[in-house]
């Protein structure tokens, strides 16, 4: 079945640091993909989207671009503050409605 | 209301006692769904709602949970006879029509002892 795998955590950087985080996938068909980040004490929120191959989500400066030859869908951001802490998770979804297909999440920790 | 609403926020119950949490999605939201987020599970997929039908119930678990959907609006996830290995936040979400961005609730945290 469909599957989403991303990096362990926690990943641990200093502010303005280059953060990756990577995610790659298993899926039938040609899904669409997602990144959502879980902040301290707060519901889970979208962060970008990529529906079609070679397409690049972007969103508060962070942005991941759809590879379907790697089958990757990693997350970027070229300085990240400490107010970017958070669990991110690496989605997906095949079907005609939002059945997200998650992967484990990876814990950011950004330290002044 | 503003956003998605999940009571209760926090549940503490004892083994083999049934649990209902309950979830409010955004006002005309029609496509409303089930998650768990457990430790070592990640989060799960458990039902998706349209309207008050449930054309998806593949993630449920076990015949111990069960969701309905009343008025094209509240859902209510019921899970029976609650076993330690039912620990988990679960979180609602909802959207607007099928394909179009979810917006999650802030879960219930579930606690078997």
């Known amino acids: 079945g469909d599957s989403v795998t991303q990096m362990e955590g926690p990943v641990t950087l200093s502010e303005e640091a280059f953060l990756t985080i990577n995610c790659t996938y298993t899926a039938t068909g040609y899904p669409s993909l997602f990144w959502y980040v879980q902040y301290p004490g707060e519901g889970l929120q979208l962060l970008l989207k990529?529906?079609?191959?070679?397409d690049k989500g972007s969103n508060k400066g962070f942005e991941a671009t759809y590879r379907k030859e790697t089958t990757s869908f990693h997350l970027e951001k070229g300085s990240v503050q400490v107010s970017d802490s958070a669990v991110y998770f690496c989605?997906?979804?095949?079907?005609?409605?939002?059945?997200?297909?998650f992967g484990a999440g990876t814990r950011l920790a950004v330290h002044p | 209301g503003a956003g998605v609403s999940q009571s209760p926020s926090n549940k503490v119950t004892e083994k083999g006692k049934d649990v209902e949490l309950r979830c409010d999605p955004i006002s005309g939201h029609t496509a409303l769904y089930w998650y768990r987020q457990s430790l070592g599970q990640g989060l799960e997929f458990l039902i998706y709602?349209?309207?008050?039908?449930?054309?998806?119930k593949s993630g449920l678990p076990s015949d111990r949970f069960s969701a309905e959907r009343t008025g094209g609006s509240v859902s209510t996830l019921t899970i029976q006879r609650t076993q330690q290995e039912d620990s988990a936040v679960y979180l609602c979400?909802?959207?607007?029509?099928?394909?179009?961005?979810?917006?999650f609730g802030s879960g219930t945290q579930l606690s078997v002892l």
């Open positions: 709602f349209q309207g008050n039908s449930a054309p998806d």
């Open positions: 990529a529906t079609k191959a070679d």
């Open positions: 979400a909802s959207s607007s029509s099928a394909n179009e961005k979810l917006f």
């Open positions: 989605a997906l979804t095949g079907g005609g409605y939002n059945k997200l297909i």
